[in-house]
């Protein structure tokens, strides 16, 4: 059973950093290498949005275009470990952010397309 784990979530002002990271278990490091990797968000009252996404070697990411620029996803197949590396936060992008993995090698934007979900870790951006 392949459980993901996100921390990394907080509270930070405008213009601040938070890099969260996801955790998995419950699979081999060399399991881990063949799943894509995705994060998403959830801001109060909105519908859930895509963020960014890895590929299973973390050769090909592709981020939505409000956080390019800002963020950047990652990871570390050694340690079953994603990333995401968050600059320059602004209050838009308080929300909960939930990792998600897929068992798929291939980058995904969709969320349908994964099958590993974490329960999520919360992001606020308030002065």
């Known amino acids: 059973q392949v459980e993901l784990v996100e921390s990394g979530g907080g509270l930070v002002q405008p213009g601040g950093s938070l890099r969260l990271s996801c955790a998995a278990s419950?699979?081999?490091?060399?399991?881990?290498?063949?799943?894509?990797m995705g994060w998403f968000r959830q801001g109060p009252g909105k519908e859930q949005e895509f963020v960014a996404t890895?590929?299973?070697?973390?050769?090909?990411?592709y981020v939505a275009d409000f956080v390019k620029g800002r963020f950047t996803i990652s990871r570390d197949n050694t340690n079953n470990t994603g990333y995401l590396q968050m600059n320059n936060l602004q209050p838009t992008d308080t929300a909960v952010y939930y990792c998600?993995?897929?068992?798929?090698?291939?980058?995904?934007?969709?969320?349908?397309?994964?099958?590993?979900w974490g329960q999520g870790t919360q992001v606020t951006v308030s002065s």
């Open positions: 998600a993995a897929s068992k798929t090698r291939t980058a995904l934007t969709d969320r349908y397309d994964y099958h590993f």
């Open positions: 419950g699979i081999s490091t060399r399991t881990f290498s063949t799943y894509a």
């Open positions: 890895i590929n299973s070697h973390g050769g090909t990411t």
